[in-house]
């Protein structure tokens, strides 16, 4: 049953004796109607709106095109996030059961997986269902960002959404970058030296992390434990994040459904098993590769790492990193006022509970009454949650809470006027009601709501589908509307997600507030779904509803849906499946060229402690300086000498520098890793090391006969109690 409503405004006379024509018939209307016409419905500015449009344009294409295949609830493109969900929970279900052949060694990693690639079918496929899996999570996030960002869907209230978005999107990145460590080939080498040379700009490690990394004796393995531990762990983490990401959203599709699981897990179980994930050259920290292929949806900085120094990697993370989540803020020309946001006016609410059920982003709660009305609760708006859909309108069929921008009883109101001006003459006239979204934004439409293409319409947009409430459309139509049609926004993935489904609900008379067929004829209502790019839809169907209301023909509320035959929902699936898996496969084993130089190189790695500085006898000035106690003649301080380092190659001085040594006082190590280019052959080395304030004595010397080959370095480590070694 629908609520009780307010009584609709009293009717005219369709020719009352004194009006000679119609302007006076409307200057009299007006007078009897008094109306505040509605503000036009505007969505926050952003900058670049026009390429966002064309952008959300050409994803609502593709969106038309597979639902000419598939049914709207199996559009891959209208339910990203669950899909990337359901890819995550794949990917960590098949991780811990790699366990099971999988060793967490820097010496046994390598050779645990060849094992398996040439001795387990089962293990190899499970190996490669974790990583196609990884690779779809990530995919299916980035499509999922762009299709919000089409949308313009990150300002106000969604501003948490977008930043713990991208949050957990740097998360699922670095769980993956960690987990191509652990596999220690040389897709992991260049993953550790590009963390090294990134974390090395922090005054953390006592000594270079990239000096861990020089030659394989040197990796240490506790180390990679502690990588393996976070890729470990760090999954646990994402279940917070995707809580808060959620949390906003009432009715949240966190996991795809059984037939989308199913296509899921199927693409990613034939992919693995006929394009087996397999690891790169095992990790020589010797030996410079020219070149491999890896997997781009995770190992994209290496392109930086091995390209830029910390400083640069440093600024540009840190750049692009506040820029993209500040995007709510920065982005935004024109925000959303108080007026588009929803308000309760307490003296019509009944508490009645549906606009609190119905809002799609928990921006209305259930509170104790303020106003002494018999009723227990009245409804309360949170500002900062609303995104002014309108779908609350739609809820309460006493009109109780509205936009103030955008009142649905001042619409009302005008559209009666016009419905009794169009009744004095011949015309049938039809209303539309039309999200905003929807295919009405490709008409053009006068300040009156009509438009050329039909001429017997009044066109309204609004802000949502959902906005509109049963009892509108039952006075609508019994007012004299020869047809009442309602335009909602592509059904895959709209913009105020729930209000399409409630309204088509409430016309079915399966949720409340709903149509009542004896106060109304529902054949003169009809609820259409067209995305902005079918302006010709939008055209066909109030053209389609003309004819039909003429000639007295039964209409469904809602257009049928369109039947698919099994064959074309198999042929649609398997080519949309094998579309997916194909971007998955091609960016995980694309093809990368280092930055490495050919030519040989040598380096030079030590940690020395210097001497302690000499005693120094102080000025009398100094002296002054100090309190009388304090007056010692000598200072005694901690301070060492730098350690000095010369390498020599061939008899010519190639390096020659001082290190000064670490902490605050200067009275640490000195800590030193130099890298040299030398031409391929036999060259005669020598390393001269001092550790006194004496500029002329060399404390420490090595000299060899060293083989440089092309693509391939040579380390000399300098340790206080092993002296140098060469590698």
């Not at 049914?71 to 969900?85: E, I, R």
């Not at 900085?301 to 995007?327: C, E, K, N, Q, S």
């Not at 694309?590 to 130089?597: C, G, I, M, N, P």
């Amino acid at each position: 049953m629908s609520a009780t409503s307010p009584s609709t405004p009293p009717s005219v006379p369709p020719n009352p004796p004194e009006c000679e024509n119609l302007s006076e018939l409307a200057e009299q209307l007006a007078r009897l109607h008094p109306i505040q016409t509605p503000a036009v419905v505007s969505e926050p500015a952003v900058r670049g709106e026009k390429l966002w449009r064309g952008l959300e344009n050409a994803l609502l294409w593709i969106d038309r095109l597979i639902e000419r295949a598939l049914p709207p609830a199996l559009n891959p493109l209208g339910q990203l996030g669950a899909m990337a969900n359901m890819c995550l929970i794949i990917a960590v279900v098949s991780g811990v059961a790699l366990l099971l052949w999988y060793t967490p060694s820097v010496h046994l990693a390598y050779d645990s997986l060849e094992k398996l690639r040439t001795g387990s079918f089962l293990g190899q496929w499970v190996r490669s269902l974790h990583r196609y899996s990884s690779d779809g999570c990530v995919l299916f996030i980035l499509l999922h960002a762009l299709r919000i960002v089409s949308q313009r869907r990150f300002t106000g209230a969604r501003w948490l959404a977008w930043t713990t978005g991208l949050l957990l999107l740097s998360a699922v990145w670095f769980i993956g970058w960690t987990g191509y460590w652990l596999v220690w080939d040389v897709r992991g080498q260049h993953a550790a030296l590009g963390t090294a040379r990134f974390l090395d700009k922090l005054p953390v490690f006592a000594e270079p992390l990239s000096s861990s990394f020089l030659t394989d004796a040197s990796v240490p393995s506790l180390l990679f434990f502690i990588v393996f531990f976070m890729h470990m762990l760090l999954p646990l983490a994402l279940g917070v994040g995707l809580w808060m990401h959620l949390m906003r959203v009432n009715r949240a599709r966190f996991l795809t459904g059984r037939t989308m699981t199913a296509w899921i897990v199927g693409s990613l179980a034939v992919l693995s098993a006929m394009l087996p994930a397999t690891s790169a050259a095992p990790a020589r920290m010797l030996e410079k590769s020219p070149g491999f292929t890896m997997d781009w949806w995770y190992l994209w900085p290496l392109a930086l790492t091995d390209r830029l120094g910390g400083g640069a990697l440093w600024a540009f993370f840190l750049g692009t990193g506040l820029v993209t989540l500040a995007v709510p803020w920065w982005m935004v020309k024109r925000r959303r006022t108080p007026e588009w946001k929803a308000n309760v006016e307490v003296s019509r609410c009944f508490g009645c509970t549906h606009c609190a059920l119905d809002c799609p982003f928990n921006a209305i709660t259930m509170i104790p009454r303020e106003d002494g009305k018999p009723f227990p609760t009245q409804a309360s708006v949170n500002l900062d949650l609303c995104v002014g859909c309108g779908i609350c309108t739609g809820s309460c069929d006493s009109q109780a809470i509205n936009l103030p921008a955008f009142n649905s009883r001042a619409l009302e109101k005008e559209l009666n006027v016009w419905l009794d001006l169009q009744l004095t003459g011949t015309a049938r006239p039809f209303i539309a009601l039309c999200c905003s979204e929807s295919a009405v934004a490709g008409l053009r439409l006068g300040a009156d709501g009509r438009c050329a293409e039909l001429p017997h319409w009044r066109i309204e947009r609004i802000p949502c589908a959902g906005w509109v409430s049963a009892v509108l459309l039952e006075r609508l139509v019994k007012r004299g509307a020869a047809g009442v049609l309602v335009a909602g926004c592509g059904e895959s993935d709209p913009i105020a997600r729930d209000g399409m489904t409630w309204l088509g609900h409430r016309l079915q008379g399966v949720r409340e507030p709903a149509f009542n067929p004896r106060k109304a004829d529902p054949n003169r209502v009809r609820f259409v779904k067209l995305n902005r790019t079918e302006r010709g839809g939008v055209i066909r169907a109030a053209r389609e509803f003309e004819t039909l209301t003429a000639q007295s023909q039964t209409l469904d509320s809602n257009v049928p849906p369109t039947r698919h035959s099994l064959f074309r929902l198999a042929a649609a699936g398997t080519a949309l499946a094998i579309l997916f898996s194909g971007l998955a496969f091609a960016f995980s084993a694309f093809a990368y060229r280092t930055a490495h130089r050919p030519e040989p190189e040598l380096v030079v790695s030590f940690h020395h402690v210097g001497a302690v500085m000499e005693p120094r006898k102080l000025t009398k000035e100094e002296l002054d300086k100090r309190l009388p106690h304090m007056r010692a003649q000598v200072n005694v301080g901690r301070q060492r000498a730098a350690v000095r380092v010369r390498v020599q190659v061939d008899g010519q001085v190639a390096f020659d520098q001082s290190f000064a040594p670490k902490g605050l006082s200067h009275d640490g190590a000195s800590v030193g890793l130099v890298r040299l280019p030398v031409a391929p052959g036999a060259r005669s080395v020598k390393i001269d090391m001092a550790d006194t304030a004496d500029a002329e004595v060399w404390t420490k010397q090595w000299v060899d006969t060293v083989t440089f080959e092309t693509n391939r370095a040579r380390v000399v480590l300098f340790d206080t109690k092993a002296g140098f070694t060469l590698h």
